[in-house]
């Protein structure tokens, strides 16, 4: 059988093109016009306060669900049928962009103040369908504020909070003045938690004022705070004598400190309270060697332990204290100071051979006494 094919007539393949389109009209007519719910926008808005304290450096978004601020009700397409699932709506440019424009328009910005973060952890707007045609919304809102510090990023407080309305399923109007008015408030709350905290909260303070005074008790059995006005005597070598040895006596001189910080108007004020003290019963004489020659030994190896502290109070300065690390700075400070006081009192006995060289000692004297009187402990 010869082998043959049909060709459509011209008419007929036009015809099948006729009978396609409104097949496709139809399809496409059949999807509603309203589906896509058009994006809601975010209205600056003015608050009843100028801040004195910060202003907004940045805003970070840390919402688990960025896709969309509001999941809004639409209005039903047929009147009388039920209200279709909540859609997704964002704000007009995308949830981060709309709020950081909102927050710079609504509130000045000036530089000079504390550089506040705001961390976007949840900004949501649900809708659900209620009773009668209407539609109820729940506004949610988690904001975290930090103070940007210029060494780290420091938490200060946290806003929870949010509002409800009921609208009419074919009107959104309240909508975005409610949303506005939820954000309007969490600013207001981080304005007056600022005013409250900035002159006592230690994390908002801007600077470190060390303040030093010595411990001069004697009311302490076993211990000898320094005193220039009181210096060692030999009843203060209570410690039992040690075997025959090199040294006629021996003094057991120290320091230390404790500081109590307290922040009056940002400013952390650290009352420092220096002891520099000797221990009684670690300190002993030989029999038959209380002279003053010995005696003025050992005075001045706790007259160089003043000296150092005096050096340790010049080291912590305000200059070289931060808000945020004055603690550590001043313990490795003293660990720096301890370890000088150490070193200095092996070289003091060292070059006097424990008091023996008269020479040596007397050159000792005359340096300890210039750095007594330099540093105001003597006139």
């Known amino acids: 059988m010869p082998a043959f094919s049909v060709k459509w007539p011209a008419m007929l393949r036009r015809g099948w093109w006729l009978l396609v389109l409104p097949v496709l009209a139809l399809i496409l007519a059949a999807v509603p016009a309203g589906t896509r719910e058009t994006p809601l926008v975010l209205q600056p808005v003015k608050l009843p306060f100028t801040p004195t304290q910060f202003y907004v450096a940045h805003i970070r978004d840390e919402r688990p669900n960025r896709a969309a601020v509001a999941w809004l009700v639409p209005a039903s397409a047929k009147a009388g049928t039920p209200l279709p699932a909540a859609q997704p709506v964002d704000l007009q440019g995308g949830g981060l962009a709309a709020i950081q424009a909102f927050v710079r328009q609504s509130l000045p910005r000036n530089s000079a103040l504390r550089p506040i973060q705001i961390r976007l952890r949840e900004c949501r707007v649900q809708e659900k369908a209620a009773a009668n045609g209407a539609v109820e919304g729940q506004i949610n809102l988690d904001l975290a504020f930090d103070y940007q510090t210029p060494e780290r990023t420091v938490f200060l407080t946290q806003y929870r909070g949010g509002a409800r309305y009921v609208r009419n399923a074919a009107d959104r109007t309240p909508v975005e003045p409610t949303l506005r008015q939820a954000l309007a408030s969490s600013l207001v709350y981080l304005n007056t938690w600022l005013n409250q905290a900035a002159a006592t909260d230690v994390r908002l303070a801007t600077a470190v004022h060390p303040t030093f005074h010595y411990e001069t008790r004697r009311t302490e059995t076993d211990t000898v705070f320094y005193d220039p006005a009181h210096p060692l005597t030999w009843t203060d070598f209570t410690g039992q004598p040690r075997p025959r040895g090199m040294y006629a006596a021996s003094v057991f001189p120290s320091f230390a400190y404790q500081g109590r910080p307290r922040v009056r108007n940002g400013v952390v004020e650290l009352d420092i309270l220096l002891s520099v003290f000797v221990v009684r019963s670690s300190s002993w004489v030989a ?37 945020e690390d004055y603690n550590s700075i001043l313990q490795l400070q003293y660990l720096k100071s301890f370890t000088e006081m150490n070193h200095v009192q092996d070289q003091y006995d060292a070059e006097t051979h424990g008091g023996t060289d008269l020479a040596a000692q007397e050159r000792w004297n005359r340096r300890i006494d210039a750095d007594l009187k330099k540093y105001g402990v003597i006139r």
């Open 287 to 323: 029999p038959g060697q209380q002279t003053a020659v010995n005696l003025n030994h050992e005075q001045r190896h706790f007259d160089l332990v003043r000296i150092v502290a005096e050096r340790f109070r010049r080291k912590a300065s305000p200059d070289s204290l931060t808000v």
